[in-house]
T-cell receptor
Framework: GENVEQHPSTLSVQEGDSAVIKCTYS??????FPWYKQELGKRPQLIID?????GEKKDQRIAVTLNKTAKHFSLHITETQPEDSAVYFCAARDLSGAGSYQLTFGKGTKLSVIP | EAGVTQFPSHSVIEKGQTVTLRCDPI?????LYWYRRVMGKEIKFLLH??????QDESGMPNNRFLAERTGGTYSTLKVQPAELEDSGVYFCASSWGQGNIQYFGAGTRLSVL
């Protein structure tokens, strides 16, 4: 089955700096990679996703890059703000229909943005 | 639009007792998923419903866990009898169609003492 590794487990940055979270996956059949943000006591919310036919996707201060050959993808947050503080989860999934539609998650990264 | 709702938000029970968790998906979503996060580890898949049918239950840990989705609307996850290692946060997610975005609930924190 799929295995997703996520690093680092904790990350502290100064407000205004950039943050990068990295994930690797094992199953080459995975072709969909979402990122979820979970603020304390709230639900995990999708913030950005990328499919395997695209190498990079950007949405304002958030970007995700994907390297299919190396089987890794990364979340980049620029100009961090205190409200970016949360736990971030990467995930991988096969949308082909050949297997399960379950999401396989990394262990999460606790991001703290210091004002 | 109402999101995925889960009840209760927190449950504390003793080992050997029974607990039932409930998930109400977003209205109209035919796909419903259960996940669990144990002690700061990764969120792990438990099972997947399409309408009232179990599409994939490969993640269910053992036969102490029973999930139902009668009528294809809300779902329940029963743990009987609960063990200490069942403690964790149980998430429900729903989607319209199998390949679309999964929307998560806030989870039920289960503490087995």
């Amino acid at each position: 089955g799929e295995n997703v590794e996520q690093h680092p487990s904790t990350l502290s940055v100064q407000e205004g700096d950039s943050a990068v979270i990295k994930c690797t996956y094992s199953d080459s059949a995975s072709n969909y990679f979402p990122w979820y943000k979970q603020e304390l006591g709230k639900r995990p919310q999708l913030i950005i996703d990328i499919r395997s036919n695209v190498g990079e996707k950007k949405d304002q201060r958030i970007a995700v890059t994907l390297n299919k050959t190396a089987k890794h993808f990364s979340l980049h947050i620029t100009e961090t703000q205190p409200e970016d503080s949360a736990v971030y989860f990467c995930a991988a999934r096969d949308l082909s229909g050949a297997g399960s539609y379950q999401l396989t998650f990394g262990k999460g990264t606790k991001l703290s943005v210091i004002p | 639009e109402a999101g995925v709702t889960q009840f209760p938000s927190h449950s504390v029970i003793e080992k050997g007792q029974t607990v039932t968790l409930r998930c109400d998906p977003i209205s109209g979503h035919d796909n419903l998923y259960w996940y669990r996060r144990v002690m700061g580890k990764e969120i792990k898949f438990l099972l997947h419903f399409v309408k009232e049918s179990k599409q994939d239950e490969s993640g269910m840990p053992n036969n102490r866990f029973l999930a139902e989705r009668t009528g294809g609307t809300y779902s329940t996850l029963k743990v009987q009898p609960a063990e200490l290692e069942d403690s964790g946060v149980y998430f429900c997610a729903s989607s319209w169609g199998q390949g679309n975005i999964q929307y998560f609930g806030a989870g039920t924190r289960l503490s087995v003492l």
